[in-house]
């Protein structure tokens, strides 16, 4: 081994360099090494090496790519850039681990050159390939035929490996191999040597330099955005409340599978007025809530849960914020129930299939990368997917998709995006802090209007806003909302138990004008005929001074399964109970209203059925390895160094784990170096030795032990899970 190693290098490193390295490299702290010794040996394994790697942003990668292909000093030439540039990458990586200080200067650590074979897309060396390419590569290349050029510069920046399969290609393969430009891997398939890959860029590694993309838009004004996304955020809590009174009258069915049908689907999508992509959203999105939920009956359906009533007593922004902390957590995919173009056609809404972890990590990753741009910057799709490629390219390679068009546009249904950028809310949300959005100033009046329509201005307060949503239809939506009034809208307000009194001063308090007359005779004409025909519990019976609407009542051939008969002039009764003879009248446009014992109205809205609050899904327990716990975990590995003892017979081993033990005896093979060892031997007993390994093959071990540094070596196979620990010579 040589005079110094990485674990040498892990030892020698301060306090606080320890603290960064496993603040970076958080899995290095789980479970908790003994000693230094252990965390080096932690940090040399390739998963652990896998996860740093993929964490790394394009420019530390890239510089990691050319220190692989040649050393740090001859890195920044590489990359076609000044060593100033490069600087800030190597001290980065080698703060993570990645590289590490030996004789030579900054060394990858083994397990880098496993995770990245093929650096910068360029093949293996000659010599790993056994090739001897010319000494003038270029030279050589000028003198091959025109159809081996246009083959090479094909693989000028793409991968070293090409296959050729007809006859014209094979006599491009074979002049390849000829001139020793090429080696041959397979009958049809040929790698370019590491040398030639160079060659043909130039001695450079990629065509551009460590340059970050940047957003071309224009910067827009951060107060903009915080009130595009506050009204859509005010936007989404009309929906869920919209959505909540719908279901509470309506009642879809769950399907067998446990979704919501596609007719009740899009009957949702048109009662509010929405598309059915974002009639998807709000359900999904009000059920992971606890906002909505399947009832348990044996015809189980969808309602509102009690969840949902404090919920709506809560003020907006603490309604907004739960439905945000909920996007931002949960595994529901609500684009999964509108895509057309998956493998199967799209799923029922609130399936237990629409389901999609990795579009919550990539939730977390636009947002992300969107909310590292100035406050107010904007970015396109596809600048959108430029930024997450530079600071994800080991995860996002080009051909994979970046799903950030339907991460983008959830975001802006619910408010912490709006055209393009992040905003202040959203930003609170990527860093875990709780977020405010910018929600429109809520008004309290009206414009009412002679042709009985009424313009509400702008965000109506939540009173006035649920009193017209009884009270009127919806028109038009936007900046201003246009309500009708209309015979039957009245009728729905004075089921609710107001009167006609009540209406008309609710609407004079919110007017900004005296009332017109026409909306006056609407709610006096509704009035007067409303109520006419009253409604007990007598089985049920039906009574009103207007003998006539009693005879026609009683001749509504439609109304037979209600059994109406009469017992008195103005009195009418029935066997069935009172709610299915209120709802079946009123379903054949009669306008009966419930009456208490004592003949006072009783308000008959929507019920207050509710179905069960979900049960929320176990949230991922993640232990954070923050300041704290680092400096405990570097006081304790100091102290394990320290207070090793030192037995006669060579160190003290360890124990380590298999993945540990591993990964220094693949370091050790390499070097040809020998490594003290602690073994179950087939009886149970424990040994140690002075062990050097030669082959590692699937889980076993080969190579020569001894004793200690006097005795012979002799040849010893083991298996590597009975290897119970590892330590270096000294």
Not at 29 to 54: C, F, H, K, M, Y
Not at 93 to 113: D, I, K, M, N, Y
Not at 176 to 203: I, K, Q
Not at 220 to 245: C, F, N, T, Y
Request: proline share 8%; charged share 25%.
């Amino acid at each position: 081994m040589t005079a110094r190693s990485f674990a040498d290098d892990v030892r020698s490193r301060t306090d606080a360099q320890l603290r960064r390295l496993v603040l970076r490299r958080p899995d290095l702290a789980r479970p908790a090494p003994a000693d230094l010794t252990g965390l080096a040996a932690r940090a040399a394994t390739r998963p652990s090496v896998q996860r740093a790697i993929e964490a790394l942003e394009a420019d530390t990668l890239r510089v990691l790519e050319a220190v692989l292909v040649a050393d740090d000093k001859s890195a920044a030439g590489l990359l076609g850039v000044a060593q100033k540039t490069v600087a800030p990458q190597l001290r980065s990586l080698q703060e993570l681990g990645l590289l590490w200080r030996s004789s030579t200067g900054l060394t990858p650590a083994r397990a880098v050159a496993e995770v990245l074979p093929e650096p910068a897309h360029l093949g293996p060396t000659a010599r790993e390939l056994g090739v001897r390419p010319p000494a003038d590569i270029a030279a050589a290349i000028e003198q091959c035929s025109d159809a081996t050029r246009g083959a090479l510069d094909r693989l000028r920046w793409a991968g070293p490996r090409v296959t050729f399969s007809s006859n014209g290609a094979r006599a491009v393969r074979d002049e390849l191999l000829e001139a020793s430009l090429a080696a041959s891997v397979a009958e049809d398939t040929a790698v370019l040597p590491r040398e030639v890959g160079l060659a043909l860029r130039d001695g450079r590694l990629y065509e551009d330099a460590l340059s970050r993309p940047e957003p071309a838009s224009t910067a827009l004004d951060p107060a903009a955005v915080d009130a595009a996304g506050g009204s859509a955020a005010h936007d989404l809590l009309v929906r869920v409340e919209e959505l909540a009174d719908l279901w509470s009258s309506e009642r879809p069915r769950v399907l067998r599978s446990g979704g919501l049908g596609v007719k009740d689907h899009r009957a949702a999508a048109t009662a509010l007025e929405i598309s059915p992509e974002i009639a998807a959203f709000v359900i999904e999105i009000a059920a992971a809530s606890g906002l909505v939920g399947r009832t348990v009956d044996a015809v189980p359906v969808f309602l509102p849960t009690a969840e949902y009533d404090e919920w709506l007593d809560a003020e907006p922004a603490h309604r907004w914020r739960l439905l945000a902390k909920t996007w931002w957590t949960t595994l529901r995919a609500p684009s999964l129930c509108t895509d057309t173009d998956q493998p199967g056609g799209p799923l029922n809404v609130l399936a237990p299939e629409a389901t999609w972890p990795l579009l919550r990590t990539r939730r977390h990753e636009v947002l992300g990368v969107l909310a590292a741009l100035k406050p107010g910057r904007p970015a396109t799709l596809d600048e959108v997917g430029e930024l997450l490629r530079w600071h994800l390219p080991m995860r996002l390679p080009r051909s994979a998709p970046t799903r950030a068009a339907i991460v983008l546009r959830e975001a802006e249904w619910l408010g912490v995006a709006a055209t393009g950028a992040v905003t202040s809310a959203g930003r609170a949300l990527v860093g875990g802090t709780e977020p405010a959005p910018a929600l429109p100033t809520p008004i309290d009046e009206l414009l009412v209007q002679a042709d009985l329509t009424a313009v509400a201005p702008g965000a109506l307060s939540d009173d006035l806003r649920r009193f017209m949503h009884r009270a009127a239809e919806v028109e038009s939506r936007g900046a201003a909302t246009v309500y009708r009034f209309t015979p039957t809208s009245i009728r729905t307000v004075l089921d609710g138990g107001a009167d006609a009194d009540a209406v008309l001063e609710r609407l004079r308090g919110a007017s900004r004008t005296p009332l017109p007359q026409p909306l006056e005779y609407l709610v006096g004409d509704v009035a007067r005929r409303h109520g006419q025909t009253r409604i007990g519990a007598a089985g049920c019976y039906l009574r009103s001074d207007d003998e006539a609407s009693l005879q026609a009542i009683l001749g509504d051939r439609s109304l037979a399964p209600l059994q109406l008969r009469r017992i008195a002039p103005t009195v009418l009764i029935s066997p069935a109970p009172a709610t299915t003879a209120l709802e079946m009248l009123r379903d054949h446009r009669h306008t009966p209203v419930a009456e208490s014992a004592t003949g006072t109205v009783v308000g008959t809205g929507p019920g207050k059925d509710r179905a069960p609050t979900p049960r929320a899904p176990q949230a991922v327990q993640v232990s954070l390895v923050d300041e704290p716990l680092a400096e405990r975990l570097v006081a304790a590995m100091r102290a394990g160094e320290r207070d090793r003892p030192e037995p006669a017979a060579g160190p003290r081993i360890p124990s380590t784990e298999p993945s540990v033990t591993r990964s220094l005896l693949q370091e050790a093979v390499g070097s040809s170096a020998r490594v003290w060892i602690g073994y179950a031997e087939p009886s149970g007993e424990l040994r140690r030795g002075l062990f050097r390994p030669r082959r590692i093959e699937g889980g076993r071990v080969s190579g020569l032990i001894s004793p200690n540094e006097q005795d012979p070596e002799h040849p010893r196979t083991f298996s590597i899970h009975r290897i119970t620990g590892i330590v270096e010579v000294a």
